[in-house]
């Protein structure tokens, strides 16, 4: 029997009853076995001294690994997925990150092939809700005339970040967060950011979107344009605060126009305008030179 076909068969067996065949050489990148690769000896596990080249390539196998105790995890693994995750969260576009991503998408296997999924994920939620506290509170102590770029930095800094940790927990997501919770680490990671900087600051925000909106060159459009599709993206809800601003960024939001409505369009325009100066905005009057 082949390596190929007796993989496949192992597959179809229960958990319980699978025993250890190697990966098919295609799926390791037609990689073989190095010298130092655990050896399955009699049912046991053996190690022989030496590089590994699956272990290098981030190929593990379960029944092979030693045991990672919730010490190990909190005292070896989670530690350097702490420190890799403050990098990515933390960096600037174009910031060369000193992190080994084979290293990191290892470590997340290894605990998740451990059972460690649930720690992990608690401790992946309050890492980064912790951060975007910080990052909420910084923004509330922005001046005005920085306001916007900084939500923008924000705002940019944090999903990019998220291009770089969801790969690095693919394996938690799909084996604990698709599997037991229902739902996706993106999207959860995106809700942590809509719930702990975007809705602390939305009524802030807007009424200065609206205000660099008609007062040239105060706000480029690019940056205008990043936080209307971003504020979007995290609840299109929020198109009816601003629906005229949005419309100028994101197609085909806003039904087609009908005469007899436009009177109506007027009022819920005068009606955000009111609530607007409720909150605090205070429309701008200048006066002609």
Not at 69 to 94: C, F, M, N, V
């Amino acid at each position: 029997m082949g390596i190929s076909q007796a993989a496949t068969q192992e597959r179809d067996k229960p958990p319980a009853l699978r025993s250890w065949v190697p990966a098919p050489a295609a799926s390791l990148g037609e990689a073989s076995p190095g010298p130092g690769c655990l050896q399955l000896a009699r049912g046991r596990e053996a190690r022989v001294p030496g590089a590994c080249d699956w272990l290098e390539k981030g190929i593990l196998v379960p029944g092979l690994m030693n045991v990672i105790t919730i010490e190990d995890y909190k005292s070896t693994y989670w530690p350097k997925l702490d420190g890799a995750i403050d990098q990515l969260l933390t960096q600037s576009p174009g910031d060369y990150i000193p992190i080994s991503y084979e290293q990191i998408y290892s470590c997340v296997y290894k605990c998740v092939c451990q059972q460690h999924s649930e720690q992990m994920y608690s401790d992946l939620i309050k890492k980064i809700t912790n951060h975007l506290e910080r990052v909420s509170k910084e923004l509330q102590a922005s001046p005005p005339d920085l306001y916007i770029e900084r939500f923008n930095i924000a705002l940019g800094q944090y999903m990019g970040a998220l291009q770089s940790i969801v790969p690095l927990f693919i394996y938690m997501n799909k084996f604990y967060i698709e599997t037991k919770l229902n739902r996706d680490l993106k999207d959860d990671l995106i809700k942590l950011f809509t719930e702990h900087v975007a809705e602390k600051h939305i009524y802030s925000l807007m009424p200065l979107l609206l205000e660099a909106q008609s007062t040239p060159f105060q706000v480029t459009p690019s940056t205008m344009a990043n936080i209307v599709k971003g504020l979007y993206t995290l609840r299109p809800e929020w198109v009816q605060m601003a629906p005229t601003l949005f419309s100028k960024f994101i197609p085909n939001i806003l039904p087609p126009a009908v005469e007899s409505e436009l009177s109506e369009y007027a009022a819920q325009d005068q009606k955000l305008q009111r609530e607007l100066m409720q909150n605090g905005f205070m429309r701008q009057v200048f006066s002609p030179l």
